[in-house]
């Protein structure tokens, strides 16, 4: 934690934090722009699958999407998050997985209410019991390491799948965002105004860049209109709301209670994730505290979830605690300093700020309908990136290493029942039951000891 600071000035009521803009967060049009295109085209990426699964016209799938988007940037303004709030995204192939099994309509949206009660209550009872903090030092780092790393390799191996429907757009997108945001070359370039503008402006430069190129190379086509959109408020209540289609019966309940356990993991996860980032942040400024709470964390993303079904009704993906690519782009721009980024919470404030009146204008709407997959791969490959190395960095030796690359890769290949379960077994084998890990030089002695008695015993 940084010496000498203070906690961003803020409305205190309850376990939260309020920050409003223009009042405690300082506002910065560039950020809003930006945040708002690349919001409302990853948030955006799901809706056709949600006309897909859910039988919906487009305009009540927009209406979850804008509705959704409410709830992620209370996470910052009203309940007081330092996170950049999305979705549980590592999850959202297993939720597809589930949905294949249902009747598109009535039966997809009790099965993907009932997730959404389940998981609710799982973030409810383990923030009120705060058996969530608990169980980050309880549960062994491999299986945690490797639960991360499943999530990297999914992300990747999704797009992977994805390059060929769009190859020269999205390898373009990777390339550019790759380059702007890790590239150590890059990095050493001199400071130009340039340099400074394209690093801090990285998702916008990838997007418009991906953007540009796609539509030269006729994979991307844009219908521009005028106007704007109004959200069918009556008819998405109607349709999807948990005051309409009413509590999934209890067979279903149990039916996605293993689901909904194994999304809680991956967003326990993205909480491992968010404050490794975010302690990264907090030591490479001097002038913020940043209050990094798990158990007011649980309560948030409960409320946001429950929030999500009363207003508009499921979606596709679950309500997490971070959109980590988001998160990363965000912290490089606090980590140059105050001129910069204000306050750790003036980011995900202002990157979220324009996404709703954005969203109801129809010349924006016809420019970021085609980008959707661009945004939302460029949002997976990110959180590859980071969920990989930060994976990696959680372990420290060459058996836990093993351990973490094999949950990782039954993860993505298997599912998550399989990856956690095998990682148990492995880890009672290879590592114990000890709760700390071995380092290298305490395995190298134990092995020196063993060989040692073998030969004394061959002697």
Avoid at 244 to 250: D, K
Avoid at 354 to 361: R, S, V
């Amino acid at each position: 934690m940084a010496r000498n600071a203070k906690e961003h000035p803020s409305i205190k009521w309850g376990p939260f934090h309020a920050r409003f803009p223009g009042v405690h967060l300082r506002l910065q049009p560039s950020l809003m722009i930006q945040g708002a295109f690349m919001l409302l085209a990853t948030c955006g990426a799901v809706t056709p699958l949600v006309m897909q699964y859910f039988q919906v016209s487009f305009e009540v799938a927009w209406t979850v999407s804008l509705i959704m988007l409410f709830w992620v940037i209370a996470q910052t303004i009203l309940f007081g998050d330092a996170y950049a709030a999305g979705a549980i995204t590592a999850a959202l192939p297993l939720t597809i997985v589930f949905l294949n099994t249902l009747t598109p309509g009535a039966e997809a949206v009790e099965g993907m209410v009932a997730l959404f009660l389940v998981v609710i209550a799982l973030f409810l009872f383990l923030g009120v019991t705060k058996l969530g903090a608990a169980f980050n030092h309880f549960f062994p780092t491999a299986i945690k390491a490797g639960v991360i790393m499943g999530a990297a390799i999914a992300a990747l191996q999704s797009e992977i799948e994805r390059l060929p429907t769009m190859p020269i757009t999205l390898i373009s997108a990777w390339v550019i965002i790759m380059l702007l945001m890790f590239s150590i070359p890059f990095a050493k370039l001199p400071d130009t105004k340039a340099k400074v503008m394209a690093g801090s402006n990285a998702l916008l430069v990838s997007f418009i860049a991906a953007g540009l190129i796609g539509w030269l190379s006729g994979e991307l086509t844009f219908t521009i209109e005028w106007g704007f959109f109004i959200p069918p408020i009556g008819e998405t209540l109607a349709t999807l709301s948990i005051w309409a289609v009413g509590l999934p019966s209890w067979e279903m309940i149990l039916t996605v209670l293993p689901i909904g356990i194994i999304i809680y993991v991956f967003g326990f996860s993205d909480l491992i994730v968010a404050n490794t980032l975010l302690k990264g942040a907090d030591e490479a400024r001097t002038d913020e505290n940043i209050n990094i709470d798990p158990t007011r964390s649980h309560y948030i993303v409960a409320i946001r979830n429950l929030g999500q079904l009363m207003t508009a009704g499921p979606l596709l993906w679950v309500h997490g605690p971070i959109w980590t690519g988001v998160q990363i782009f965000l912290i490089d721009r606090y980590k140059k300093g105050r001129a910069v980024m204000d306050s750790i919470y003036s980011g995900p404030m202002n990157f979220y700020l324009l996404a709703i009146p954005f969203g109801l204008l129809m010349p924006v709407i016809g420019i970021i309908t085609p980008l959707f997959p661009v945004a939302l791969s460029i949002s997976l490959l990110l959180t590859a990136f980071a969920c990989a190395y930060i994976s990696m960095s959680m372990v420290n030796t060459n058996v836990s290493r093993g351990i973490a690359l094999t949950i990782g890769f039954l993860t993505a290949t298997l599912g998550p029942a399989w990856g956690m379960g095998v990682g148990i077994v492995l880890h009672l084998m290879l590592i114990g039951l000890k709760k700390e890990e071995l380092t290298e030089k305490e395995v190298e002695g134990i092995k020196d000891d063993l060989l040692s008695r073998k030969t004394e015993h061959v002697g």
